[in-house]
């Protein structure tokens, strides 16, 4: 079983329009993570957020955390072909001092011209 | 400043060889993790390496070996390859007094075992 659902799997859409993906689990987390990994590359860290109903922006891209800290929501408004990429959310494991990452299976975004 | 650089970017082998993979992190990074991307999943984590240790470990089998060296840079080893093997294998390095991790990933080595 997946710790961390993500939905939904693929979208495809053109640009101008507005999109959100999701990330759900049924586990409490202390913070979550969000990852764009492109082609050939590895992820890349886009924010972090730590409190319940915290919302944060990246220039198109708005990030919320539940209020309950289960889930979060990633939404891109006025899509460009460059936001095309696997969207990732990511939380870390309380236990580990080191950074240990749970994956979910992303999100594979395709933004036409 | 160089960001993390691992080698090789390729690779293919054969079933039941044994591969290598190599990883340098980030400068000022003292803790080096590995993972393992299939075809249309999220990276799995396989261990974590701080102070030449291996500190936690995921549910891989002990086909899949590690070291960290004294430069903090780190190796992964996988003997007796399976095809389920083949995957991206993703280097992650820290720092372990950082409070908010923040993870920097390099371009990982695609394996093939054919």
């Known amino acids: 079983t997946q710790l961390l659902e993500q939905s939904p799997q693929f979208l495809s859409i053109q640009e101008g329009e507005n999109l959100t993906v999701y990330c759900n689990s049924s586990?409490?987390?202390?913070?979550l993570q969000w990852y764009r990994q492109e082609p050939g590359e590895g992820p890349v860290l886009l924010v972090t957020?730590?409190?319940?109903?915290e919302v944060k922006k990246l220039k198109r891209l708005t990030f919320q955390f539940g209020d309950a800290r289960k889930d979060s929501s990633l939404h891109i408004t006025a899509a460009q072909p460059g936001d095309t990429g696997l969207y990732l959310c990511?939380?870390?494991?309380?236990?580990?001092?080191?950074?240990?990452?749970?994956f979910g299976r992303g999100t594979q975004l395709t933004v036409w011209p | 400043d160089a960001g993390v650089t691992q080698s090789p970017t390729h690779l293919i082998k054969t079933r039941g060889q044994q591969v290598t993979l190599r990883c340098s992190p980030k400068?000022?990074?003292?803790?080096v993790s590995w993972y393992q991307q299939a075809l249309g999943q999220g990276p799995q984590f396989i261990f974590q390496?701080?102070?030449?240790?291996?500190?936690q470990r995921g549910n891989f089998p002990d086909r899949f070996s590690g070291h960290q060296f004294p430069n903090y840079s780190s190796e992964l080893n996988v003997n007796a390859l399976l095809l389920g093997d083949s995957a991206l294998y993703l280097c992650?390095?820290?720092?372990?007094?950082?409070?908010?991790?923040?993870?920097?990933f390099g371009s990982g080595t695609q394996l093939s075992v054919l």
């Open positions: 390496y701080y102070e030449e240790e291996e500190r």
């Open positions: 990511a939380a870390l494991d309380r236990g580990s001092t080191l950074g240990r990452l749970y």
């Open positions: 586990s409490v987390f202390s913070s």
């Open positions: 400068s000022g990074h003292d803790t």
């Open positions: 957020v730590v409190t319940g109903g």
């Open positions: 992650a390095s820290t720092r372990r007094t950082e409070r908010m991790k923040k993870l920097f």
